[in-house]
């Protein structure tokens, strides 16, 4: 990577620039990293300007480039700010202002933490590929800490469509996240070297010709995945997804509990009485969502029988999203295999719930903010995988943002899972980008395990994802809909699952690598 190497070595041998300089500067450098954070934002769901993404790395790059890491901090908060105020707006849609902009700034802390280190690579030999490479591990971070951490907004997450979008099958997101983030540092690299005149021209040209390699070769091994049909790879069962809809949006839908589930079991019964005129195929199975009935049906007769009539009506085994009491004080958020004949059977219990929002880690302290947590009551964490018999097939469910963590949806493919069921509740969020910016994963999942994804949503969008990440069916917000669908129970392995982890693993240590790498060079100047 000639020009890569050529940008390293002159900046390594550049001064750095005198303080009044730096001040000079940092305006025009903040207005670009600001810039940046805006075309990310616009890259994601709700907007959908896929492309925009790759400028938010090269405007960090850029902005960051040759300067000192308190410098890079700056910048990378800025960009962060601009970036995820916006993008997580949907968090305060009924709860204020304060959790939205805690949120917000929390996660823009990691961002800033990526412009320190990408300010300290950027003089090293090959700083694109180094810069690229602390966008997966800031990501890795992100995800994973504290409290097992919040992975929205990550690159690859922007890239339902779009060349970007296979290499999710070769590497899941971290691969996406990678390719997005070197493309825009490949950008920057050209940008820089052809500032320097005549002699920066070859580099440039040779920067930008790789950057815009990247997504043509995403489109080439996205050539293999192409048309992948709902029907083929597998023995096949007809799947119906039912949307009932909540008779109102907001913290308080689930005020009715009654009510939801009735709506669910009538869309139910309706579908059954479409069977009976030939007007839909008879399903296998029939997936209901995410608290479809907040009615324990364990300790709740009536509940119980409203789901037995539904499931004998359509004779079908239901998988109901249900909030079960216990274990102790605390409550399930539970996916439920309802049979026709037997009643309930196997279950699987949320293993990733939300902190603060489906249980208050340190409640006094949290309290001190607001009030409001003690609207909460804990949820237990779920120790099994969520592998489901149903209808004699192995269904993958992971309830709502699990679909955001790597290692939950992939745990469910690796125990033979041959679709996923994505059970999710988005009536809380309102009509916001939520939901969309929630399916944009499901859609990257599908490439990233050559699974078909069923999402089901209590109020949409509830969808039918093919394993190459197109839309078969899709809801629209706050309307009841159900869709059936003949679905391959695939037991294929992606690039990507055979590879597990390791791309992220290997990307996070060559970006903690290079900073390293800046810490031992400059230990050993000053001796």
Known sequence: MPAVVATGTVDAERPSAPPARLRRRLPWRTALAAAGGLAMFLAFPG????ALAVL??????????????????????????????????WTGIYVGAFPWLALAVAETLYLALLGGAAAAVSRLPGWPVWTAALWVAQEALRGRWPLGGFPWGRLGFSQAEGPFTAFAAYGGVPLVSFAVALTGTLLAAAVLTLGRGR?????AALAAVTALALPLLGTAVALPLAGSSLTEGGPTRTVAVVQGNVPRAGLDFNAQRRAVLDNHAGQTVELADAVARGEAEQPDMVIWPENSSDIDPY???????????????????????????????????????????????????????VPL???????????FFSPLVDRVTDFAHGTQDGNLTIAGANVGDVICFEVAYDGLVGDVVDGGA?????????ATFGYTDETEQQLAMSR???????????????????????????????SELFTADTFVEEIAQRDSRTVAERLDAAPEWLLTALGVGAVLAVAVRRRLAAR
């Not at 902005?63 to 000192?68: F, I, N, P, S």
């Not at 002699?199 to 580099?203: E, L, T, W």
């Not at 929002?357 to 309290?367: L, N, T």
């Not at 999942?445 to 039918?464: D, K, M, N």
């Open 357 to 367: 929002a489906e249980y208050v880690p340190a409640r006094s302290f949290f309290r």
């Open 56 to 89: 938010g790395p090269a405007a960090l790059t850029v902005a960051v480039h040759g300067q000192r890491v308190r410098g890079g901090l700056w910048l990378g908060l800025v960009l962060g700010l601009v970036f995820f105020v916006p993008l997580l707006s």
């Open 47 to 50: 907007h959908d300007v896929w």
């Open 444 to 474: 990257l999942r599908a490439v990233e395990f050559g699974r078909t994804v069923l999402v089901a949503a209590t109020s949409g969008i509830s969808a039918v994802v093919a394993p190459d990440g197109t839309l078969v069916q899709r």
């Open 418 to 426: 041959g679709m996923i069921v994505v059970q999710t509740n988005n």
């Open 299 to 353: 300790s709740n007769p009536d509940a119980a029988r409203v789901i037995s009539r539904a499931a004998a009506a359509i004779g079908a085994p239901i998988l109901v999203g249900a909030v079960v009491d216990g274990p102790g004080e605390k409550i399930s958020n539970t996916g439920i295999v309802w049979d026709p004949v037997t009643g309930p059977g196997e279950t699987y219990v949320k293993r990733h719930p």
């Open 199 to 203: 002699r920066g021209r070859r580099p």
